[in-house]
């Protein structure tokens, strides 16, 4: 009987500096919405309202994440209409 070969782990990436950030244009009635699904992402990331006037969120996240929070919010358009959108210009 073959041995089976089992791979061995590979070491945790080190810790982030700093966390990652984008932001967000969306509609007022569905900010509450937007923060409760990406809430309900295991930790994958968080929102806070940067401007209230304008609706911008700003949405933390890990670096070593970026693909699965921009995966993840590109699906969460198909239900909620927003914009994602690089840091803005000062």
């Known amino acids: 009987m073959a041995k089976k070969r089992t791979r061995k782990p590979r070491p ?4 982030p500096s700093w966390s990652s950030m984008l932001y967000a244009r969306i509609d007022k009635k569905y900010i509450g919405m937007f923060r409760f699904l990406l809430e309900a992402q295991d930790n994958l990331g968080y929102a806070s309202v940067v401007d209230n006037y304008e609706c911008i969120l700003k949405i933390t996240f890990s670096p070593h994440q970026e693909r699965e929070m921009r995966a993840f919010l590109k699906g969460m358009q198909t239900t909620i209409p927003f914009e994602v959108f690089e840091r803005p210009a000062t």
């Open 12 to 15: 945790p990436l080190p810790a």
